[in-house]
């Protein structure tokens, strides 16, 4: 039987019951766009988290107070919450007596509540020196930064993020105003461009930078910092110098064997390393839970077809009667599961192409997330090959038993 003619009575068999079609075709419309939506929406997600880590500077490395047990990604003690208290200001000035340091910004950070008139607001504070603002790319749209002769003189000034600017000041130009944090008044004197959520879910729009001495001394009551930020000499390789700061610390901490460091140096490459994994993980993840959508959808075109087959038993034995093979039947019948499921792959590939795309014009639309419109090929390539495997695998028995039947006893069949 050629194949010209076992296209043309598969596609007779597929139209005479065209509800039954449509209905088993729906599970593998269903698989295959929660396939594609799910992978979008994976790589979507990483390739927004991976721009916001490399959005903060490429040559910047960071340093944690505590030690990081295990593999190097591992995370260490301070950043899962445990405060710990070895990084003082001895360790920043060994830095930038460094050839291949270019800039330091220690950091402290808390959080409180900020008032304005009637207007408050639960506030992040970071507490830092004028170089964090270029060395963090956050530009200051109206007003200016703070210089470090005024975080030097513990002057009270501050620089807030655009959407907390909204919530205390409405329409009203916040340079000038007072705003008290805890017990303490703050002068406005800037107002950052609008950012986003940060690395690690950090709001950058609701986030209020003042200078280090004041937070550490009068909001917080400590002697040592959160964290340290440095940009790399662009003379000297970024590995040669966190070797460069790892060293540099370890002599201002008397520390002579690695394995005994009380702190961690971290580069961009780690993190990117770390979120690439996560996301990597999340990615499979959420394909995992679309592919279960096919196997259910495959298992619905297997019972389908042995019901076709039942149905179908007197014509079967008709066909054979008459010279069709066991073959010819088996063709048939893998022919007709395979053009369900390449019909549902394309309705399911346009449906979740389709979907993905309202999912992004949505979040654009009505939030604040830079969203990035993923939509890999290797996606859709993906979906496509196993919407006709899913075919073929769960078609083949249907198909076996069809070509089995005796023509005899098919024919007798009511």
Not at 91 to 120: C, F, H, I, T, W
Not at 246 to 256: L, N, V, Y
């Amino acid at each position: 039987m050629r194949l010209n003619d076992i296209l043309q009575t598969a596609s007779r068999g597929l139209r005479h019951a065209k509800l039954r079609s449509l209905l088993t075709m729906l599970g593998i419309v269903i698989g295959i766009g929660s396939v594609i939506l799910l992978m979008s929406i994976g790589a979507s997600a990483q390739q927004l988290i991976l721009d916001q880590v490399q959005g903060i500077g490429s040559d910047l490395i960071f340093v944690i107070p505590g030690a990081t047990k295990g593999s190097r990604l591992s995370s260490p003690a301070s950043v899962q919450g445990i405060v710990i208290k070895t990084l003082t200001e001895k360790d920043v000035d060994a830095l930038r007596r460094e050839p291949s340091v270019e800039k330091v910004a220690a950091e402290v950070r808390g959080q409180a509540k900020m008032v304005y008139e009637n207007n408050d607001a639960t506030v992040t504070y970071e507490g830092t020196s004028e170089e964090f603002f270029p060395m963090r790319n956050f530009d200051v749209v109206s007003g200016r930064p703070f210089t470090n002769s005024e975080a030097a003189s513990f002057d009270h000034v501050a620089v807030l993020g655009s959407e907390l600017t909204k919530t205390l000041f409405g329409e009203k130009d916040p340079i000038g105003k007072t705003v008290r944090l805890r017990d303490l008044t703050f002068r406005i004197i800037g107002v950052l461009e609008e950012k986003g959520v940060g690395p690690f879910g950090i709001d950058q729009d609701n986030l209020v930078i003042i200078p280090l001495l004041v937070a550490q001394k009068q909001l917080l009551g400590i002697d040592y910092y959160n964290a340290v930020t440095i940009q790399a000499n662009n003379t000297y390789t970024i590995a040669f110098t966190a070797e460069a700061i790892s060293s540099a610390i370890r002599r201002s901490h008397g520390i002579t064997n690695p394995d005994k460091d009380d702190f961690t140096v971290r580069t961009q490459e780690d993190a990117l390393s770390i979120l690439g994994n996560i996301t990597s993980v999340l990615s499979l993840f959420l394909t995992s839970i679309a592919f279960i959508s096919l196997v259910v959808g495959g298992i619905g075109i297997m019972n389908i077809m042995l019901v076709s087959v039942v149905e179908r038993t007197r014509e079967i034995g008709l066909r054979k009667a008459l010279g069709a093979t066991q073959g010819d039947i088996l063709s048939q019948f893998l022919c007709e599961s395979v053009m369900l499921t390449l019909v549902g792959g394309i309705a399911g590939i346009t449906a979740g192409s389709l979907v993905t795309i309202a999912v992004y014009l949505g979040v654009t639309q009505f939030t604040t997330i830079s969203w990035v419109l993923r939509l890999p090929l290797y996606a859709i390539l993906l979906a496509a090959a196993v919407s006709t495997i899913t075919g073929l695998a769960f078609g083949i028995y249907p198909a076996y038993r069809a070509s089995k039947l005796n023509p005899t006893d098919a024919l007798r069949y009511e």
